[in-house]
């Protein structure tokens, strides 16, 4: 690897280090269902979100849910000494991108076949603090 290429990677590390995110790869909904709830989290504090995820009706809500509370704990894992509610977190960004396709064929009339796909995404949410703004 190239000195210039090395030193941006450990930039990099380094960068990733002090942000709190987690992901959620491979899950069984499609991504226009996830951002639909996605939509109603993005740039709410953390409290606000967990209370729309769990009162919210849709399937989508319940990974949602779970990603945040592992995003909300892999904060306190690098923040141990600081409490949720004075860094005033919020969700900084959450991104929804389309995974890999099952296709499926399903029986059509006049001895045809249709294909299906169920679709899956991955989901990347990410959060910051509004006194600390990384």
Known sequence: MGSRKHNMATQLKEARKSRAFAKLTNCPTSPRKMRLVADLVRGVEVEKALQILKFSPKEASRNLEKLLLSAIANWQAKNEDASIED?????????????????????APQGRAHRIRKR??????ELGTKNNSN
Do not use: E, F, Q, W
């Open 87 to 107: 860094a005033g977190l919020y969700v900084k960004s959450i991104c929804v991108d389309s995974a890999g396709m099952l296709k499926r064929l399903r029986p």
């Open 120 to 125: 899956s995404n991955h989901v990347t949410l």
